[in-house]
């Protein structure tokens, strides 16, 4: 298993403004992922987060507007770029091993933006 | 995109009866799991039934799978008030993936005292 730490856990932003979340896995891990949840809502994937490499971005999300890095096996970033109200949601991260088994879930970021 | 529906939307019972949550979804999958997520929090999960599967147990959680329906369900018996939480279907879709999961829209499960 794996347990996984994010920052900040919710933080109320300003229109126009950016904010980096942080996801921390206590081990090594393959898969590293990244999902929003809109309020009342499921989840959706934002992006596979990429060891080394640029994140892998489901239709609908684009690198300019939540740019990813991923710089070793245990630690991600998220950032959600010239936010606006639409943007405000919970922001998971996940872990996996990549063998077809269970994904970890970070406790979530709650972002309001205003 | 979503793949999973999840029926019903809510759900509210006394506590000690059972609970069941189904879930439908469109391609072919490799394994379907179940998650639960308690007031806006992380997700936990709970149990994972791979194509090949037709049902699997974990302590008071029943999961079947029925691919030629492209359904699952969820049995919660005997319902502890704990349990209230939204609960989540969740697949990972076989031909390259990649590993993600598609998940459903969830059930509120409401466990009255």
């Known amino acids: 298993s794996a347990v996984i730490s994010q920052k900040p856990s919710r933080d109320i932003c300003q229109r126009g403004t950016s904010l980096t979340i942080q996801c921390q896995v206590d081990?090594?891990?393959?898969?590293m992922f990244w999902y929003r949840q809109q309020p009342g809502q499921s989840l959706t994937l934002i992006a596979t987060a990429n060891q080394g490499s640029e994140a892998t971005y489901e239709s609908g999300f684009v690198i300019d507007k939540f740019p990813i890095s991923r710089p070793n096996l245990t630690f991600s970033t998220l950032t959600v770029s010239n936010m606006s109200p639409e943007d405000s949601s919970i922001y998971l991260c996940?872990?996996?091993?990549?063998?077809?088994?269970?994904?970890?879930f970070g406790p979530g970021t709650r972002l309001t933006v205003l | 995109s979503q793949q999973g529906e999840e029926d019903p939307q809510a759900l509210s019972i006394q506590e000690g009866e059972n609970a069941t949550m189904n879930c439908s979804y469109k391609?072919?999958?490799?394994?379907l799991q179940w998650y639960r997520q308690n007031s806006g929090r992380g997700l936990v999960h709970l149990i994972l039934i791979r194509s090949n599967e037709r049902e699997k147990h974990s302590g008071r959680l029943r999961v079947t799978l029925d691919t030629s329906k492209k359904s699952s369900s969820l049995l919660i018996t005997a319902s502890r008030a704990a349990d209230t939480a939204s609960y989540f279907c969740?697949?990972?879709?076989?031909?390259?993936?990649?590993?993600?999961?598609?998940f459903g829209k969830g059930t509120l499960l409401t466990v009255n005292p």
């Open positions: 969740a697949t990972e879709n076989s031909g390259g993936s990649n590993y993600k999961l598609t």
């Open positions: 081990s090594q891990v393959t898969m």
């Open positions: 391609t072919s999958i490799n394994n």
């Open positions: 996940s872990a996996g091993t990549g063998e077809g088994g269970e994904q970890f």
